[in-house]
């Protein structure tokens, strides 16, 4: 499974941005999916997560109201929409996956898109 993220970039205060998050290869080992962020200096955080099929959604407390998770089914790819941006939500976001293996499952990261908040 790879990932691709797009749609980040620099936003004032308020605005709202999408980012998009591609997969591709063998999609069907999916068993979930997230974003994460990691800002300057601090370790990287759990932002939110999907179940495969999309029923499920989470939020960390601080993006609660304001971003929202989603996926479609039909293009592989999962979404983030972000509106209200704060300052501090500036930080590079990862798309990740949850991938069943033989025995295990592993973790599968995309690059990383970077988000800028100007006040």
């Known amino acids: 499974v790879q990932l691709v993220e797009s749609g980040g970039g620099l936003v004032q205060a308020g605005d709202s941005l999408r980012l998009s998050c591609a997969a591709s290869g063998d999609t069907f080992r999916i068993n979930a999916m997230a974003w994460y962020r990691q800002a300057p200096g601090k370790q990287r955080e759990l932002v939110a997560t999907?179940?495969?099929?999309?029923?499920?959604?989470t939020y960390a407390d601080s993006v609660k109201g304001r971003f929202a998770i989603s996926k479609d089914y039909a293009e592989n790819t999962m979404y983030l929409q972000m509106n209200n941006r704060k300052p501090e939500d500036t930080a590079v976001y990862y798309c990740?996956?949850?991938?069943?293996?033989?025995?295990?499952?592993?973790?599968?990261w995309g690059q990383g898109t970077q988000v800028t908040v100007s006040s």
């Open positions: 990740n996956a949850r991938v069943l293996e033989l025995f295990r499952v592993a973790d599968t």
């Open positions: 999907i179940t495969s099929t999309g029923g499920s959604t």
